[in-house]
């Protein structure tokens, strides 16, 4: 009874300082992941391998140094089709003990034989929660019922072969454009661990004690354990990267073209070369933490009036990354299954890497759709493209279509949540007659309307604001080029856009999409040159068409894709 007492004052005090002791419903146990990259012997292996080395470390993962960074895979080719690859390259894992290899790194094993649980330890305090913190300190053994935590993390340890397959460079004299492009693959593989193979370890450790001759018989039995890999997954990405060729001076061309032009850098090959892998890179991890569940971070809600759970930093999180908000709800069968309840996306990220103390920071998230969110649902990582497709037409005003493409950048979102790029595009077809003075002073002949098709290019930046789960208002501001030809004439000019878009979310991630925008257009320059060889400028639409003006106005209908 005496023991009772305290122990449930301390798990009284535990609840208090969580606050509203409230149950995180799932919890991110950090993977150990370490990443391999296969050669084969070619002209491409010294700059992989260079890139792969100066990957920095994914936050969200423990590594373990091994001594295995590389496979060779001498009897194959870039272009040896995926499966003979793989097993190859399998074969290769089981010829380097990788497997052994990992258990060793996670024992510290030296040379001599001698083991350690130093780093299990070490990983367990730092993997665990705020609630694991808590409830560990209420007990009698304290933090070490954390460093036993460390234990079930050798489970969760990961090889991924990383493959840069079907590499090309191109050059296009005719554009001054440079292209790399591969495929990058990914193949994932996780450490066979479990009582048997814990009793096998036990078994082979060395005491102080031991003497010589059990050491070496101690060793011999390590050797002799069957560490495994297992295959998990396979994922691939198409990888380019394109860029002007350095040292090209750009020729006479079209705005268009100048516009077209103008979103590449100018860069080298190799520089472009590593782009591209960089590119591959990252697009393996985005599809490795959707399809391998041990890579996806799990958390629940732990506050409301902002979103916040404890998970941050040290869990990889960034600005506006996606996260879907699950309950868990019984079907017809009484099974469990997880139900979608909202969407999410963070909004500030709290500086946790560290160990826990019972008052971590949490991080802030902002609804984006879905229903109420409740205390205690579970928050689930989802990686987007955090790309916009936005499809429809301007009406009344202009009946044109019109297409954008919303990209949120993450160089932006760091300092602003919501921050967008888009580029856009629209045709307007319509019947104007060309002004008295026009046609005077260039002997053009017709009194009446003719057809003309103008289509406008441009890009700028807006910024989404989430006032409610399932609306939200987007203003932007930007600028691009309008183009317009007939038979008798052609024009360019350069325009100004301001407006805001309001979105109502239909079933995410499909949104209803109305707005208004407003256009201030340039100096128009038409197809005719002077004499002296300049293209000819008019002040304002007006002196061309006598029913157009230099401002102009729309009202947008249509639907938002968000991918």
């Not at 002791?21 to 150990?32: E, F, I, K, L, S």
């Not at 103008?262 to 860069?267: G, K, L, N, P």
């Amino acid at each position: 009874m005496r023991r009772i007492v305290p122990i449930a004052l301390a798990l009284l005090t535990a609840a208090l300082l969580s606050k509203e002791a409230v149950a995180q419903t799932a919890a991110y146990d950090r993977p150990t992941v370490n990443f391999v990259l296969l050669t084969y012997g070619d002209s491409y292996d010294a700059p992989t391998s260079a890139f792969f080395k100066k990957i920095p470390p994914e936050e969200k993962f423990y590594f373990n140094e091994l001594n295995t960074r590389e496979l060779k895979l001498r009897q194959q080719s870039r272009q040896t089709p995926l499966p003979t690859a793989w097993q190859a390259a399998q074969a290769e894992l089981t010829l380097q003990n990788v497997a052994k290899q990992e258990v060793a790194a996670w024992y510290l094993r030296k040379l001599d034989g001698s083991m350690s649980m130093e780093l299990i330890h070490r990983r367990g305090e730092f993997n665990a929660t705020d609630e694991a913190f808590l409830m560990a300190t209420a007990t009698k053994r304290g933090m070490d019922e954390l460093k036993d935590l460390g234990q079930k993390l050798i489970s969760k340890t990961y090889v991924v072969l990383v493959d840069y397959n079907s590499i090309t460079y191109s050059a296009n004299v005719a554009t001054d454009m440079h292209t790399w492009k591969s495929v990058a693959r990914a193949m994932v593989f996780r450490l066979k661990f479990d009582g048997n193979v814990e009793n096998s370890i036990y078994d082979a450790w060395q005491d102080e004690q031991d003497t010589p001759e059990a050491q070496a018989e101690k060793g011999k039995r390590f050797d002799q354990i069957p560490f495994e890999l297992e295959f998990v997954q396979q994922v691939s990405v198409k990888a380019s990267a394109s860029a002007l060729i350095t040292g090209k001076t750009r020729s006479d061309q079209s705005t268009l073209q100048t516009l077209a032009k103008s979103a590449f850098r100018v860069q080298p090959k190799d520089a472009l070369m590593n782009e591209m892998l960089g590119n591959g890179y990252r697009g393996l991890m985005n599809e490795l933490e959707k399809k391998v569940p041990a890579f996806k971070v799990l958390s629940g809600v732990w506050e409301l009036d902002p979103i916040r759970s404890k998970i941050g930093r040290k869990e990889g999180l960034r600005t506006d990354q996606r996260y879907y908000v699950l309950e868990y709800e019984q079907d017809r069968r009484g099974q469990l299954k997880s139900v979608r309840k909202a969407v999410v996306r963070v909004s500030s990220v709290a500086d946790n890497y560290g160990m826990a103390t019972g008052k971590s920071e949490a991080s802030s998230f902002y609804q984006v759709a879905g229903q109420r969110v409740e205390k205690g649902m579970t928050l689930e990582q989802r990686n987007d493209a955090g790309l916009g497709v936005l499809l429809g037409a301007n009406t009344p005003l202009s009946g044109d279509a019109y297409f954008s493409t919303e990209l949120r950048l993450e160089l932006l979102t760091r300092v602003i949540p919501s921050l967008y790029v888009y580029g856009e595009g629209t045709l307007e077809g319509a019947r104007y007659a060309l002004s008295s003075s026009f046609k005077v002073d260039y002997e053009l002949t017709g009194n009446g309307k003719e057809d003309y098709l103008f289509a406008r290019a441009g890009f700028g930046f807006g910024k989404n604001i989430h006032f409610w789960r399932n609306f939200s208002l987007s203003p932007y501001v930007g600028m691009g080029w309008e183009f317009t030809s007939a038979k008798q004439i052609s024009l360019e000019t350069m325009y100004f856009k301001g407006g805001a878009n309001f979105a109502l979310n239909i079933y995410y991630p499909l949104q209803l999409v109305g707005g208004v925008s407003g256009l201030l257009y340039g100096s128009p320059s038409s197809s005719k040159k002077d004499d002296d060889g300049n293209k000819i400028s008019f002040s304002s639409y007006g002196k061309v068409f006598s029913e157009r003006s230099s401002v102009g106005a729309a009202v947008f209908m249509g639907v938002r894709f968000n991918f």
